[in-house]
């Protein structure tokens, strides 16, 4: 779409980025590049500042320096183009709604200010609803759904934004194996189709079964890149600075280890 | 006198209507406190809109309301933001400061010339009968923007109060979007300060929403319902309170409300205690069968 075909290769560019909360760096002098049509994985441990990166990206937390290109342009202009899948445990999930009208909010950024969602929102919705197994749930308070489920709705919900990039906050935390199978089908179906997918992951276990490209982030950008160079035990010793018991490694992990939880 | 209760009365029930609306969404956003603090805050900026201009009129004094109430709520902002303090102890430390500040002066402002006759005192607990037709029209239009701000940022005000970082994710501009809520929340305040006055009048803008949410799961549904038991709170209050003489009508506003909240507790659809009961015991006797085929086998082994 853009003439310049290198935002089409890198659709997001940071440039020595730092943040901070309350004085406490989270992000110190961040550059990368992230490459299009990849299923990116953002691993580190706890504090590293994985969910501040993506804010950083979408422009939702002030910046301290540094600069941040998302599809050529800057993060608030390209915002109908990103989609965003918050953390599952940020919402109320009590809120007295229905699965339909949260996924219709996937739409809302196409409606702008004061237009209220229709038919058309409502069968896109539907069919989002659809691809992640959901359709039967339409009208069901988002208050009886269980935790998998309310993934899913969130999932949905980014699908009906039809956005180039998404950014998806541990989208595997707290849910069954079937719904974390159900989402990663539908990552790599987003990949298939071009899309380029960033997800803040915790279990090493599956990072390669996973992820095709991966940045390793402590604070600091340990290592980023294609999986099969940077998942190394050199890199992850950086990145979880020893605190990590045991290493996905060699060959044994990818079955034997299932059984252990993440890396966290 | 008849005529004038009926013009009170639609005044109030259009406040409880506007209170109702605008507080679903507070409540929503976990605010409801903020609100408490807010109204209280208001205190101070009456007694001194008073002194200050020597009048009685609504217009200067609920313009002093709003200015000390907003700059509660910022100080409330101000302390959670730069120091350790929590949001809970910061918004007690405000309201107490400035409900405290507040009794002060009125104690003061009575003491002046014709401080004893200013009605001031009206202004703690609410006095319907003193509501002139004037200040009745200014409610009604106020009110009326009110929901009209509610009807036409629906959409971004469920954003807001949902995910807001979601909201930010798709470009709107939520900071705005939260201080418009806030400023509608100021405003149902300081409109109810005269008919409900300051240390109840954040029970307006809860307890309506809280007992919609026992009818229904839906905010399309909550939010007309919550306006409606306002209203009906509002208007039950203003009958009340014309029994005796110089009766407070906020108290019996808010124990109006609070009799539609613990009807809705009890007997709710959504989720009131008797439905809940209800479906326990049907649970429970539906369980029941599954036990007696369990017993043969646990008496077999206790005889044996």
């Known amino acids: 779409m853009e003439p310049n075909g290198r935002q089409d290769d890198?659709?997001?560019?940071?440039?020595?980025?730092?943040?901070?909360?309350?004085?406490?760096?989270?992000?110190?002098?961040?550059?990368?590049?992230?490459?299009?049509?990849?299923?990116?994985?953002?691993?580190?441990?706890?504090?590293?500042?994985?969910?501040?990166?993506?804010?950083?990206?979408?422009?939702?937390?002030?910046?301290?320096?540094?600069?941040?290109?998302?599809?050529?342009?800057?993060?608030?202009?390209?915002?109908?183009?990103?989609?965003?899948?918050?953390?599952?445990?940020?919402?109320?999930?009590?809120?007295?709604?229905?699965?339909?009208?949260?996924?219709?909010?996937?739409?809302?950024?196409?409606?702008?200010?004061?237009?209220?969602?229709?038919?058309?929102?409502?069968?896109?919705?539907?069919?989002?609803?659809?691809?992640?197994?959901?359709?039967?749930?339409?009208?069901?308070?988002?208050?009886?759904?269980?935790?998998?489920?309310?993934?899913?709705?969130?999932?949905?919900?980014?699908?009906?934004?039809?956005?180039?990039?998404?950014?998806?906050?541990?989208?595997?935390?707290?849910?069954?194996?079937?719904?974390?199978?159900?989402?990663?089908?539908?990552?790599?179906?987003?990949?298939?189709?071009?899309?380029?997918?960033?997800?803040?992951?915790?279990?090493?276990?599956?990072?390669?079964?996973?992820?095709?490209?991966?940045?390793?982030?402590?604070?600091?950008?340990?290592?980023?890149?294609?999986?099969?160079?940077?998942?190394?035990?050199?890199?992850?010793?950086?990145?979880?600075?020893?605190?990590?018991?045991?290493?996905?490694?060699?060959?044994?992990?990818?079955?034997?280890?299932?059984?252990?939880?993440?890396?966290? | 006198m008849f005529a004038n209760a009926l013009w009170v009365m639609s005044g109030t029930a259009l406040l409880g209507l506007a209170a109702g609306v605008l507080g679903t969404f507070s409540l929503l956003r976990r605010r409801a406190l903020m609100g408490d603090v807010l109204a209280h805050a208001t205190l101070p900026g009456v007694v001194l809109a008073y002194m200050a201009t020597g009048t009685k009129a609504a217009g200067p004094l609920l313009a002093g309301a709003a200015a000390t109430g907003v700059l509660g709520v910022l100080a409330v902002l101000a302390i959670t933001r730069y120091s350790r303090v929590k949001e809970d102890a910061a918004m007690s430390i405000v309201l107490t400061v400035f409900f405290g500040i507040g009794i002060l002066l009125l104690g003061v402002a009575q003491r002046m010339p014709g401080g004893n006759q200013s009605g001031l005192d009206r202004f703690l607990f609410g006095q319907a009968a003193a509501i002139v037709p004037r200040d009745v029209r200014l409610i009604m239009a106020v009110a009326a923007a009110l929901c009209l701000l509610v009807l036409l940022f629906y959409k971004e005000f469920k954003l807001l109060a949902f995910d807001r970082d979601f909201g930010a994710g798709l470009g709107f501009p939520m900071t705005a979007l939260d201080l418009l809520l806030s400023l509608g929340v100021v405003t149902a305040v300081v409109i109810g300060l005269e008919a409900v006055g300051v240390v109840l009048m954040a029970a307006l803008l809860t307890t309506p929403a809280m007992a919609a949410r026992y009818w229904t799961n839906r905010l399309s549904a909550i939010v007309p319902l919550a306006g409606l038991f306002g209203a009906a709170s509002g208007v039950a209050g203003t009958l009340a309170s014309q029994v005796g003489p110089r009766m407070p009508t906020g108290p019996l506003i808010v124990l109006a409300g609070s009799v539609f909240f613990l009807v809705s507790l009890l007997a709710g659809p959504e989720r009131g205690l008797l439905v809940r009961l209800f479906r326990f015991m049907h649970a429970r006797a539906r369980t029941r069968p599954t036990q007696h085929r369990l017993q043969p086998q646990a008496r077999g082994g206790d005889g044996a």
């Open chain 1, 10 to 264: 890198l659709p997001v560019v940071v440039r020595n980025l730092t943040v901070a909360y309350l004085q406490v760096p989270a992000l110190t002098d961040v550059s990368l590049a992230l490459p299009a049509g990849k299923l990116i994985g953002v691993i580190g441990p706890n504090g590293a500042g994985k969910s501040t990166l993506i804010k950083a990206i979408l422009g939702l937390v002030p910046r301290l320096s540094g600069d941040v290109q998302v599809l050529g342009r800057s993060p608030a202009l390209a915002r109908r183009d990103v989609g965003y899948v918050p953390q599952r445990v940020s919402v109320d999930w009590d809120f007295p709604t229905d699965v339909l009208d949260v996924v219709m909010m996937g739409r809302y950024g196409y409606l702008g200010l004061l237009r209220r969602p229709g038919a058309r929102e409502r069968s896109l919705a539907l069919e989002a609803l659809a691809k992640v197994g959901m359709a039967d749930f339409a009208h069901r308070p988002i208050s009886k759904l269980s935790g998998g489920q309310q993934q899913r709705v969130f999932l949905a919900r980014a699908l009906a934004q039809d956005a180039r990039i998404y950014f998806m906050d541990e989208p595997f935390a707290g849910v069954d194996a079937a719904t974390e199978r159900a989402i990663i089908e539908l990552l790599v179906e987003l990949k298939d189709r071009g899309r380029t997918v960033v997800v803040v992951h915790h279990d090493l276990q599956t990072v390669r079964e996973y992820f095709n490209w991966l940045v390793l982030l402590n604070a600091r950008v340990v290592a980023a890149g294609p999986a099969e160079q940077v998942f190394t035990p050199e890199n992850l010793g950086l990145t979880y600075g020893g605190r990590l018991g045991y290493l996905p490694f060699p060959a044994r992990a990818s079955q034997a280890a299932r059984r252990s939880p993440g890396g966290d």
